[in-house]
């Protein structure tokens, strides 16, 4: 699929949002892409999916013994991953504030592991997620995502495959331009 391809699948499914949002990352922007949205056709999430395996190299691919995401944003996008690599798919959640396996989810020792998440912003979670598995006995070959809003600067310690780059611009909480600070502000992520 093509950037513009994603984006219209983005668009048509209403979630290419335009406001005042306060990102999980802590930083603010115009726009914020709802991945639940464009997720919540299962048709859809599979072409999606699909379209991610495409973009990993055969030497990850063949490698390959599980994949993880971590909770919310990454379940769905990491549920279709592992329908599209023919792989179990599990995912972490954070009870206490870290993420751990939970649910009976165990991942084997050494066992090879793609981490799927829906978007990147700084790569907070996505580290945070890549050392849980690495606590929980695995170890992490790549992280795919259906969006890269970092503009390609994200360092993840292992190699990045997302779906799409975009460059809408983040702010810090001192730098909110005025014209968006006049938004009230709206937090979708999902961590508190």
Known sequence: MTQDEV???????????????????????????????VLMNPHRAARLAEALGEKLPGEILD??????????GGI??????????????MFLERPDGE????????????????????VVTTGLSSREAIAAVAREGGEV???????DRSNGKVDLGVPFYPLIDIDFPTYAEDEVPAHLAE??????????
């Open 63 to 72: 490698s390959l013994d599980a994949v993880v995401s971590p909770a919310m």
């Open 99 to 118: 993420f751990h396996l939970r649910r009976g989810f165990a991942l084997k020792p050494g066992a090879k592991v793609l981490m799927v998440e829906d």
């Open 7 to 37: 984006l219209e699948e983005f668009r048509a499914s209403g979630a290419l949002l335009e406001g005042h949002y306060k990102l999980s990352s802590g930083r603010h922007s115009g726009h914020y892409l709802q991945c639940a949205r």
């Open 183 to 192: 938004i009230p502000i709206t937090k979708p992520g999902s961590r508190k």
């Open 141 to 147: 070959l790549a992280e795919v995502a259906l969006v």
């Open 76 to 89: 769905i996008i990491g549920h279709e991953m592992g329908r599209a690599l023919n792989l179990d798919a």
